[in-house]
């Protein structure tokens, strides 16, 4: 059975910092595209990061500069480091998986599993 389960959301000030974790199991991690999205009361889904078994990246410029996405392979896990975190940045951030290689962001109906996502909510 394959599972990815989002953690390390919480409540943050402005400008402060967090790492979102995201663990999969049930699949080979090298056989799949991994995402970041995220989704604010009122708004849609948007894609934040991406990243694909070579290493390779994207990133909405909403948060260029800011977020970086990982992935170890030795954990199953995919990372998103949040730094200068702001208000706009709240939001329930959910980790996917893609089978296949992606070298462009995946669509969100090419991702095959999603998390239940994670809160990240930013202060003033």
């Not at 990246?57 to 992935?71: H, L």
Request: aromatic fraction near 12%; charge should be positive.
């Amino acid at each position: 059975q394959v599972q990815v389960v989002e953690s390390g959301g919480g409540l943050v000030q402005a400008g402060g910092s967090l790492r979102l974790s995201c663990a999969a199991s049930g699949l080979r991690f090298d056989d799949y595209t991994m995402g970041w999205f995220r989704q604010a009361p009122g708004k849609e889904r948007e894609a934040v990061s991406h990243i694909n078994w070579r290493g390779d990246t994207s990133y909405a410029d909403s948060v260029k500069g800011r977020f970086t996405i990982s992935r170890d392979r030795a954990k199953n896990t995919l990372y998103l480091q949040m730094n200068s975190l702001k208000i706009e940045d709240t939001a329930m951030y959910y980790c996917a998986a893609a089978f296949g290689y992606y070298s462009r962001p995946p669509k969100p109906d090419e991702y095959r599993y999603w998390g239940q996502g994670t809160q990240v909510t930013v202060s003033s």
